[in-house]
C-alpha cells in the first residue's frame, strides 16, 4: 500500500532548464507535504513544504505545486545546476489529530535527478 | 548548530548476531524518530518518540527490534538477533515541536547495516 508514489525512478536535465520531479498520493488525510534532497551517504536533508491550504510555495530556485483535487504535487527547480543532483523524496503527513496517518511521515520512493553541465 | 548525530556510520555483522545504533538529536528537539531505508525505498517510519514516550511503534518488528530513549535526549536503537533483510540504512530524525509542529523532520547521516 504505497500512499505516496513518484513514478519516475530518474531524470536528466540540462544544466539552466528546468527540473519538474512529480509526486502522487492516494491519502486524502494528508495535509502538509515535504521534498527531500539526499546525496550519496548523506541524510535527507529538508528543501520546501507546502500546506495543504495552499497550491504554491517558493523559495528561491525551488517552487513546490499542490493540485489537492489531482492529488498531485510537483516540485520545479530552475535553474537547474550540476549541484542539485541528487535523490528528491517527496514526503506527506496529516497533522489533524485522530486517524491512523496523524504524525507520521510517509516518503515516496525517491527520484534520482541528474543535471548536465 | 550541530545537526542529528549517528554512530556508527557502517555496521557489518553476521546473522543473529545483535546490534545497536545510538542517535543524539539536536538540541531542544523533543521529537525523535527511527527510520529504515531499504535500497532504491523511501525511509519508514519504525518508532517516534516524544520525549521519552515511544507514541508510535506501530512499524517496529517488536520480537527482534526494540528502542529506548531514557532522558528523552539521546536514543538507541537494538536489533537482536539480526537477520539477512535487516540489512538497510538506519535513519534518525528529530523535530522541535509535538502534536501539529512536527511537519519539519531533520536527518542524521544515518548507519548502514550489511548483515552477512
Known amino acids: 500500500d504505497q500512499q505516496v508514489k513518484q513514478n519516475s525512478p530518474s531524470l536528466s536535465v540540462q544544466e539552466g532548464r528546468i527540473s519538474i520531479l512529480n509526486c502522487d498520493y492516494t491519502n486524502s488525510m494528508f495535509d502538509y507535504f515535504l521534498w527531500y534532497k539526499k546525496y550519496p551517504a548523506e541524510g535527507p536533508t529538508f528543501l520546501i513544504s507546502i500546506s495543504s491550504i495552499k497550491d504554491k510555495n517558493e523559495d528561491g530556485r525551488f517552487t513546490v505545486f499542490l493540485n489537492k483535487s489531482a492529488k498531485h504535487l510537483s516540485l520545479h527547480i530552475v535553474p537547474s545546476q550540476p549541484g542539485d543532483s541528487a535523490v528528491y523524496f517527496c514526503a506527506a503527513i496529516c497533522l489533524q489529530a485522530g486517524g491512523t496517518s496523524y504524525g507520521k511521515l510517509t516518503f515516496g520512493q525517491g527520484t534520482i535527478l541528474t543535471v548536465h553541465p | 548548530e550541530a545537526g542529528v548525530v549517528q554512530s556508527p556510520r557502517y555496521k557489518i555483522i553476521e546473522k543473529k548476531q545483535p546490534v545497536a545504533f545510538w542517535c543524539n538529536p539536536i538540541?531542544?528537539?523533543?521529537?525523535l524518530y527511527w527510520y529504515r531505508q531499504n535500497l532504491g525505498q523511501g525511509p519508514e517510519l519504525l518508532i517516534r518518540?516524544?520525549?521519552?514516550?515511544?507514541?508510535?511503534d506501530s512499524q517496529l518488528p517488536k520480537d527482534r527490534f526494540s528502542a529506548e530513549r531514557l532522558k528523552g535526549v539521546d536514543s538507541t536503537l537494538k536489533i537482536q538477533p539480526a537477520e539477512l533483510g535487516d540489512s538497510a540504512v538506519y535513519l534518525c530524525?528529530?523535530?522541535?515541536?509535538?502534536?501539529?509542529?512536527?511537519?519539519?523532520?531533520?536527518f542524521g547521516p544515518g548507519t548502514r547495516l550489511l548483515v552477512l
Open positions: 518518540y516524544e520525549n521519552e514516550e515511544a507514541v508510535d
Open positions: 538540541s531542544g528537539h523533543n521529537t
Open positions: 530524525a528529530s523535530s522541535s515541536g509535538t502534536g501539529d509542529h512536527q511537519e519539519t523532520q531533520y
